[in-house]
C-alpha cells in the first residue's frame, strides 16, 4: 500500500490503524453520553419534582436564540460531514474550506450563546444562591437555572474542545497532512463534532421547549 | 541504535529517567504506574493501621475523633481510587495485555502514556489534599455533609475526577486493542481468559466512570457555587447524590474485582497444568457481571428512604449477580480437581482468592437481603464483607498475579521459600483482621467510629494484630521481590510452564514485545493437547 507511511509501528497495515481510531472514538462517545446522562437524569428528577416552576421558568429563555443557534449547529454538522467527503476524494483545498466553515459555525453559536447568557446574568436568573430575580412562579426556579447552566455550560465547554480539535486538523489538513489514502484525523474529529450538536439536539427543546 | 536490537531487552532498550518519562512501551508504562499503585498501598496501608491502633482499645487512644475520621477517610480514598482501580488494569493489564494478544503494543500507545500523566496529576492532588489535613466524610462523600464542611473536599473530588479519566483512557485503549489487534489465530473464545477479564472490565470503566466524573463535577459547583441540586435546604435532593455515587460505585467494586478474576483464571490453570474448565462459562460470566452490576447500585441504599418496590428489584438483581460470581467459583474448583496442582507462591494466592472471596461473596447476599441488611446496614459487618472482596479478592489476586508475571516482568526470580512465607503470613494476618469483624458488626457494633462499646474490645484487639501482622506479612513479601531485584536469579522464558502467549517471548521482552509474529499453533489452556517445554 502507497500509504504505509502513516502507519505506526505497532499496526500491520492502514486499515487496521484507521478503524482502531474509529472504534477508539465511538467509544470515547459513550463516555461522553454518559457524562451528560447523570445532568439530564438530574433534569428529569427536578422537572418531575416541580413541573410548573419548570414551566415557567423556561418562558426565560429566548426560544428564537436557541432555534438559530439549533439550526447554527445542524449546519455546522453538515459542513463537517462535507469536509470529510472532501478529503475521502483527496481535494485538500475544499475540505479546509469545509473546516473553516465549521469553525466559524461553532463561533457564531458561542457568540449567541454569550448574548443569552449575559442577558440572564443580568436580570439575576442565576443558578442556585447567585439566583435573584423573582418574575417567576412556582417552587425553588433558583434549580432550573442550575440545571440551565450546567447543561448549557458543559455543552459550551465540549463546543470549545470541538473548535480547537477542528482548528488543528484544519492546520494539518494545511500543511497537507491530509489524502485520499490518510483522512483519519479529520473524521474522528468530525464524530465528535457530530456528537456535540447531537448533544445540543437534546438539550433545546428539553430546555426552551417546555409544553 | 543498538547493534543487535532484536534481543535486548525493553529495560536495557534506551535507558535513563526521561527515556522513561517520554515512553509509549506498554511495558515501561506498566512499571511506571506499578510503581505509584505500590507507593499508594503502602500510604493506604500505613494509614489502615492508624486506624487500627486507635482501635486497638475504646475510647480515645492517641489522636482525636476527628483525625480518626480523616485517617479512615482517605485510607478509603486512597486505596479505592489510588491503588485498587488502576492496579490490575494499569500496572499488570498493561504489561501482559498487548503480549497476549501477540500486538507490538496497545492501540494507542501515546494516550497509554497520557493516561499515565493524569493519573500522576490525580495523585498528586490527593496527595495535596491529605498533607492540607485531608477530609472526614468518608470515601463516598455523601451530601450536604460533603458540600457544607471546611476542607479540601473540592480537591478530592477534583482528584477523583481526574483520576476517573486516567481510568477511561485504560479502558478505552483494552478495548479497542482487544478488538482491533489480536494476531490472526487468536480468537475471541481461543484467548486468555485474562483478556475476557479486562474487557468485561473496561466495558464498566467506559460506562460507568462518567457517571462519577459528572458527580464530582456537580459537588464541586455545589461547593464552589451554591447550585443547590444535592441541598434539600434550596430544594435539592441529596439522595440524587447517593444515586449517581452508587451507580458509578457499585459497578467500580466490578471493575476491581473483575481484573482479580481475570488473574485467577491464569493461575488456577496454569498451576494446575490442566485445561481450564468451562471456558466459555467462564468468559461469558465476565461480561455478565459487567452488564448487571450496572443494575444492582440500590443495594447501597436501603435504607436512604427509596421506595420499598425499588429496594425489592435491587434486591433481586443483586442476588442476580452473585449467579455468575459462582459460576467462576465452580469452573475453578472444577480445574482443580484432578489437576496436577504446584503450590508455588502465585497458586497460594490463588488459593487464597478462592477461599476469601467466597467468604466475601457469600456475605455480600446477608447484605443484598433486605430485611437482614437493616440490621448490618453501617455495621463492621460491611466492613468486613468489602475487605473480603476487595482485598481478600483483588488485592491478593494482584499480589498473585504480581509474583505470577514479576519474572517476565523484571527478568529475576523472587525467593520462592521467602514468597510462601509471605503469601500463607498475607492469608493468616487478612483472617485474623477482617474474621473478627463480621462477629463485631452482626453483634451491633458500628463503623466509623474512633471508639466502641467495652463488649467489642475482643474483636477488635484480635483484629488490631492481626493488622499488624498483615503489614509484617507485606514488609516480608515486598522485601523478598525488592532482593530479587538486586540477587534473584536469572528468570527462564517460561519459569511456571504456562501455554500463554506471554511466555513464548524472551524474557524480558524485547520493546516490540516478539521478534516476529508469533504462529498460534496451541489455545492458552491446551495442557491436554500440548507438552510444555
Ligand atoms: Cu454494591
Not at chain 2, 485531608?134 to 451530601?143: A, L, R
Not at chain 2, 450496572?294 to 447500585?297: A, G, K, M, T, Y
Not at chain 2, 436501603?302 to 427509596?306: H, I
Not at chain 2, 501455554?499 to 521482552?509: H, R, V
Given at each position: 500500500m502507497s500509504s504505509s507511511f502513516h502507519v505506526a509501528h505497532h499496526f500491520s497495515d492502514a486499515e487496521q490503524q484507521r478503524e482502531s481510531a474509529k472504534l477508539g472514538m465511538w467509544v470515547f462517545l459513550l463516555t461522553e453520553i454518559l457524562l451528560f446522562g447523570g445532568v439530564f437524569v438530574a433534569y428529569a428528577v427536578f422537572r418531575v419534582w416541580y413541573p410548573d416552576m419548570f414551566y415557567n421558568a423556561h418562558k426565560a429563555l429566548d426560544v428564537t436564540m436557541g432555534t438559530v443557534n439549533t439550526a447554527v449547529l445542524i449546519v455546522s454538522s453538515l459542513t463537517v460531514a462535507l469536509g470529510i467527503r472532501e478529503i475521502q476524494l483527496g481535494r485538500q483545498k475544499q475540505c479546509t474550506r469545509y473546516l473553516l466553515a465549521t469553525i466559524v459555525l461553532a463561533c457564531v453559536f458561542l457568540v449567541i450563546k454569550y448574548f443569552e447568557y449575559a442577558h440572564k446574568i443580568h436580570l439575576g436568573q442565576l443558578p442556585g444562591k447567585f439566583y435573584t430575580f423573582d418574575g417567576i412562579a412556582g417552587t425553588n426556579p433558583h434549580v432550573f437555572f442550575s440545571i440551565y447552566f450546567l447543561l448549557t455550560g458543559i455543552h459550551a465547554f465540549h463546543i470549545l474542545i470541538g473548535i480547537s480539535l477542528l482548528t488543528w486538523v484544519m492546520i494539518k489538513n494545511m500543511k497537507g497532512h491530509f489524502s485520499a489514502q490518510y483522512f483519519t484525523p479529520v473524521e474522528i474529529t468530525g464524530l465528535y463534532w457530530h456528537l456535540v450538536d447531537l448533544i445540543w439536539i437534546f438539550l433545546f427543546p428539553l430546555l426552551y421547549l417546555i409544553g | 541504535m543498538n547493534a543487535n536490537p532484536s534481543t535486548v531487552s525493553y529495560l536495557e532498550d534506551k535507558k535513563g529517567i526521561w527515556n522513561w518519562l517520554t515512553t509509549v512501551d506498554h511495558k515501561k508504562i506498566g512499571l511506571m504506574y506499578l510503581v505509584l499503585i505500590l507507593g499508594s498501598f503502602l500510604v493506604g496501608g500505613i494509614l489502615a493501621m492508624l486506624v487500627r491502633l486507635e482501635l486497638i482499645s475504646p475510647g480515645e487512644d492517641f489522636y482525636s475523633a476527628d483525625t480518626y475520621n480523616r485517617f479512615f477517610t482517605m485510607h478509603g480514598v486512597v486505596m479505592i481510587f489510588l491503588f485498587i482501580i488502576p492496579s490490575i488494569p494499569a500496572a499488570l493489564g498493561n504489561f501482559v495485555l498487548p503480549l497476549m494478544v501477540g500486538a507490538k503494543d496497545v492501540a494507542f500507545p501515546r494516550l497509554n502514556l497520557a493516561s499515565w500523566y493524569v493519573y500522576v496529576v490525580g495523585l498528586l492532588l490527593a496527595f495535596w489534599a491529605l498533607l492540607y489535613g485531608?477530609?472526614?466524610?468518608?470515601?463516598?462523600?455523601?451530601?450536604p455533609y460533603s458540600s457544607e464542611i471546611q476542607g479540601p473536599v473540592a480537591m478530592i473530588g477534583l482528584a477523583v475526577f481526574i483520576l476517573g479519566f486516567s481510568s477511561i483512557l485504560t479502558g478505552l485503549n483494552f478495548i479497542v486493542t482487544i478488538h482491533k489487534l489480536r494476531l490472526p489465530g487468536i480468537t475471541w473464545f481461543n484467548m486468555p481468559l485474562f483478556l475476557w477479564g479486562m474487557y468485561a472490565t473496561a466495558i464498566i470503566q467506559i460506562l460507568a466512570t462518567p457517571v462519577i466524573g459528572i458527580t464530582m463535577v456537580l459537588l464541586l459547583f455545589e461547593r464552589l457555587?451554591?447550585?443547590?441540586?444535592?441541598d434539600p435546604s434550596m430544594g435539592g435532593d441529596p439522595v440524587l447524590f447517593q444515586h449517581f455515587f452508587w451507580f458509578y460505585s457499585h459497578p467500580a467494586v466490578y471493575i476491581m474485582i473483575l481484573p482479580a478474576m481475570a488473574i485467577v483464571s491464569e493461575l488456577i490453570s496454569t498451576f494446575s497444568h490442566k485445561k481450564i474448565f468451562g471456558y466459555k462459562a467462564i468468559a461469558y460470566s465476565s461480561v455478565a457481571i459487567a452488564l448487571i452490576s450496572?443494575?444492582?447500585?440500590g443495594h447501597h441504599m436501603?435504607?436512604?428512604?427509596?421506595s420499598r418496590f425499588a429496594a425489592m428489584v435491587f434486591s433481586f438483581l443483586t442476588f442476580g449477580v452473585a449467579i455468575p460470581s459462582a459460576i467462576k467459583v465452580f469452573n475453578w474448583l472444577a480445574t482443580l480437581y484432578k489437576g496436577s496442582i504446584s503450590l508455588e507462591t502465585p497458586m497460594l494466592y490463588g488459593l487464597s482468592f478462592l477461599f476469601l472471596f467466597t467468604i466475601g461473596g457469600l456475605t455480600g447476599l446477608f447484605l443484598g437481603t433486605l430485611a437482614v441488611d437493616v440490621h448490618l446496614?453501617?455495621?463492621?459487618f460491611v466492613v468486613a464483607h468489602f475487605h473480603y472482596v476487595m482485598f481478600g479478592g483483588t488485592v491478593v489476586a494482584f499480589i498473585g498475579g504480581l509474583h505470577y508475571w514479576w519474572p517476565k516482568m523484571v527478568g529475576k526470580m523472587f525467593n520462592e521459600t521467602w514468597g510462601k512465607i509471605g503469601a500463607v503470613l498475607v492469608f493468616l494476618g487478612f483472617n485474623f483482621t477482617f474474621m473478627p469483624q463480621f462477629i463485631a458488626g452482626f453483634r451491633g457494633m458500628p463503623r466509623r467510629y474512633y471508639t466502641y462499646g467495652e463488649e467489642f474490645t475482643v474483636y477488635n484487639v484480635l483484629s488490631s494484630l492481626g493488622a499488624f501482622l498483615l503489614g509484617i506479612a507485606f514488609v516480608i513479601v515486598g522485601i523478598n521481590l525488592v532482593m530479587s531485584l538486586i540477587n534473584g536469579k536469572k528468570a527462564s522464558k517460561n519459569p511456571w510452564k504456562s501455554?500463554?502467549?506471554?511466555?513464548?517471548?524472551?524474557?524480558?521482552?524485547i520493546t516490540e514485545n516478539f521478534e516476529v509474529d508469533p504462529v498460534i499453533t496451541h489455545g492458552p489452556y491446551d495442557y491436554d493437547k500440548v507438552e510444555v517445554q
Open positions: - | 485531608g477530609v472526614d466524610t468518608g470515601w463516598t462523600f455523601y451530601t457555587s451554591g447550585i443547590g441540586i444535592f450496572f443494575l444492582v447500585w436501603f435504607t436512604s428512604g427509596q446496614h453501617d455495621t463492621y501455554l500463554s502467549l506471554e511466555w513464548e517471548t524472551q524474557t524480558p521482552p
